[in-house]
């Protein structure tokens, strides 16, 4: 019985790890990226004092797209909070 199991086989030594690329490259599937928001609101609190139930009364500013405001100077005596809104579309798989 052991004779049998330690026989040589044909095949070269490097055929196990072409295979094991060869499924790896050919059965990877392509991952999909996509937006599922469909919806983008800004409230900027310059006070720095409303609650959620008074930001849920407010009217939002909708905008599309990336939001960038660049950086600006931060002062200890003013605090801004932005509050966003995003309404995002179900995943379907």
């Given at each position: 019985?052991?004779?049998?199991?330690?026989?040589?086989?044909?095949?070269?030594?490097?055929?196990?790890?072409?295979?094991?690329?060869?499924?790896?490259?050919?059965?990877?599937?392509?991952?999909?990226a996509q937006d599922h928001i469909v919806e983008r609101a800004l409230l900027e609190d310059r006070s720095g004092l409303q609650t959620i139930e008074?930001?849920?009364?407010?009217?939002?500013?909708?905008?599309?797209?990336?939001?960038?405001?660049?950086?600006?100077?931060?002062?200890?005596?003013?605090?801004?909070?932005?509050?966003?809104?995003?309404?995002?579309?179900?995943?379907?798989?």
């Amino acid at each position: 019985m052991w004779r049998h199991s330690l026989r040589r086989t044909s095949r070269p030594p490097w055929c196990g790890w072409l295979v094991w690329i060869a499924l790896t490259l050919f059965t990877a599937l392509p991952a999909r990226a996509q937006d599922h928001i469909v919806e983008r609101a800004l409230l900027e609190d310059r006070s720095g004092l409303q609650t959620i139930e008074s930001i849920r009364e407010e009217s939002f500013i909708p905008f599309t797209g990336v939001l960038s405001q660049g950086y600006g100077a931060a002062k200890a005596t003013h605090s801004h909070a932005r509050c966003f809104l995003l309404k995002t579309s179900p995943v379907v798989s």
